[in-house]
């Protein structure tokens, strides 16, 4: 069974441009969820995805926006970037949505300059 | 919200000893407590998780504990080979209704051979 896929893997982009990530869960899961990672911040919750809705939304400008798809692939956009955007954007799929075992893929390591 | 703390943040083993690595929630509503081990250049994965109706899981030399009433939970991991090397991320959910973790500020583990 493939694991959960993000795309792309690496992105170099200049300040104030906007960005797009996609994910594509584990055949079947119907939730997304999407983190930043920074080793100053640690993993932060961006917004969860269910069945084309969003569940809950973490504590992020609303430059970061997202969306998913009826096949439940989820895209992520970040919209006037700053340096400080520079992170792993990393994507979760699970099964349902509330409390159950979710996995990670491998993440967007994006680098504003 | 939630507030999850790990310690430690560095931990050295030699192979073949144990390791633990604790973390304490705050939030008395969270209910599902996951850990991951993150390994360079790569996503979280997923080991071992415990819900909040059970005091101890175990698979292999993995171990967890959770003790509701002090809130806090543990991550044992015995006789260590030098692959255990990672960083471990505790996390806590608080609801049935989504994905949110809350997550830890990370320990990195260190097996030395």
């Known amino acids: 069974k493939a694991g959960v896929t993000q795309t792309p893997r690496y992105l170099i982009k200049t300040r104030g441009q906007q960005v797009t990530l996609s994910c594509s869960p584990i055949?079947?899961?119907?939730?997304v969820s999407w983190y930043q990672q920074t080793p100053g911040q640690g993993l932060q919750f961006l917004f969860e995805?269910?069945?084309?809705?969003?569940?809950n939304k973490g504590n992020f400008p609303g430059r970061f926006s997202g969306r998913q798809f009826s096949n439940s692939r989820s895209e992520m956009n970040v919209s006037t970037l700053e340096l400080g955007d520079s992170a792993l954007y990393l994507c979760a799929s699970s099964l349902q949505t509330g409390g159950g075992e979710a996995f990670f893929g491998q993440g967007t390591r994006l680098t504003v300059v | 919200g939630e507030n999850v703390e790990q310690h430690p943040s560095t931990l050295s083993v030699q192979e073949g000893d144990s390791a633990v690595i604790k973390c304490t929630y705050s939030d008395s509503a969270s209910n599902y407590f996951p850990w991951y081990k993150q390994e360079l250049g790569k996503g979280p994965q997923l080991i071992i998780d415990i819900r909040s109706n059970v005091g101890e899981k175990k698979d292999q030399r993995i171990a967890v504990t959770l003790n509701k009433t002090a809130k806090h939970f543990s991550l044992h991991i015995t006789e260590t080979q030098p692959e255990d090397s990672a960083v471990y991320f505790c996390?806590?959910?608080?609801?049935?209704?989504?994905?949110?973790?809350?997550f830890g500020s990370g320990t990195k583990l260190n097996v030395k051979p």
């Open positions: 995805y269910f069945s084309e809705t969003q569940r």
């Open positions: 996390a806590a959910s608080e609801s049935y209704n989504f994905n949110k973790f809350y």
């Open positions: 055949s079947g899961h119907r939730s």
